[in-house]
């Protein structure tokens, strides 16, 4: 089975990724989380550090840009083939309402001839392969058809299909069947992506059968690191590695030059999808989300970890 590990803001870093694959592995790339270029294609220098070849050395890494305008995507599109990237995906999913607002992400498929005519110009000027990750629609997964037509005129290196409309944000039901109906017609390798949370979800890889290019995982790997291993027929994720994880990723943050507060505040972002391994752990949650020196921290964590309440078996729901 064909995983890629899913672009999540604030949790997928550069440092998240190199530590995953050390110590889970179990998926064939990494999708970095939005850079979102201004007008003249200038962005953020910590956007830059999170993709540099030299911070990414182990994995298979592609950019995305969040962007609605054919002159910044070029520009940084330029800037990355240089780096040696050979694929970057464009960000057609993001349901933020301020992103929104600027019809940027999802806000993309609020004028559908202005995304036709910036695809038009990505396309015919893009020195990278263009892949790109989608909703289905912004009201309604109903509005495929009509996006799928506009994507179809283009040579996608692959479509990522997130099976929501925008206006389901994390939460609605996914839409399988919709995302199953589009198979066929595709010209492009097809990915699923959306609420792939536990081993359950190979069933949809048996219905799709080889049609489906592969899984895109999110909060799920996010909740449970072990969980693309094994998919793929890997052991289930055990304590003692999580806590090696945890310890290597809090290590690692403040090595690059996090402080104590902004490494626990990464951390305690994962926790709040990891905290579904420890089921009935009421206590030793409080103390760790709480807790504000890093010793605290670490006491706490060590606690929960050593609490006998572990669950491989538990997965991530919403
Ligand atoms: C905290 C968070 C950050 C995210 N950041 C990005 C991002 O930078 N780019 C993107 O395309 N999607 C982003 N997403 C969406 C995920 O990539 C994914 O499509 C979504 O979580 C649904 O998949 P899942 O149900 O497997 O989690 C983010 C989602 C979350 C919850």
């Not at 997928?12 to 110590?23: C, M, N, P």
Request: glycine share 8%; charged share 20%; proline share 6%.
């Amino acid at each position: 089975m064909k995983l890629i590990f899913a672009p999540m803001e604030g949790i997928s870093t550069y440092i998240y990724r190199r530590l995953h694959a050390r110590f889970f592995g179990g998926v064939e790339e990494y999708f970095a989380p939005f850079i979102a270029p201004d007008g003249s294609g200038s962005f953020k220098s910590s956007a830059l550090r999170d993709i540099l070849p030299e911070n990414n050395r182990d994995i298979t890494l592609i950019p995305q840009l969040l962007v609605n305008r054919s002159e910044p995507f070029v520009h940084v599109a330029g800037e990355l083939a240089a780096m040696g990237y050979g694929e970057v995906n464009l960000n057609i999913g993001c349901p933020s309402s301020t992103v929104v607002a600027k019809h940027k992400g999802s806000g993309m498929l609020l004028d559908l001839e202005g995304l036709d005519r910036c695809l038009n110009e990505i396309f015919s000027r893009s020195p990278l392969a263009v892949s790109i990750k989608t909703r289905m629609g912004l009201e309604s997964t109903e509005e495929f058809p009509r996006i799928l037509e506009i994507y179809k005129k283009y040579p996608l290196k692959r479509l990522i299909i997130h099976a929501r409309a925008r206006s389901g944000m994390y939460r609605s039901p996914v839409d399988i069947q919709g995302f199953l109906s589009c198979l066929d017609s595709c010209p492009w390798p097809l990915w699923y992506n959306g609420d792939l949370f536990s081993p359950d979800c190979a069933t949809l890889w048996d219905m799709a059968g080889d049609r489906l290019a592969g899984l895109m995982l999110g909060r799920g790997a996010v909740a449970d690191p072990a969980l693309p291993r094994a998919l793929n027929g890997g052991p289930a994720l055990s304590v003692p590695e999580l806590e090696n994880f945890h310890g290597a990723l809090l290590s690692a943050y403040l090595e690059a030059g996090y402080d104590g507060r902004s490494a626990m505040a990464r951390l305690k972002e994962l926790w709040f999808y990891m905290l579904c391994k420890f089921p009935d752990s009421r206590r030793e949650t409080k103390a760790l989300l709480r807790s504000q020196t890093l010793q605290d921290y670490s006491f706490a964590a060590s606690a929960l970890f050593h609490s006998g309440k572990f669950s491989p078996t538990c997965y991530f729901s919403q």
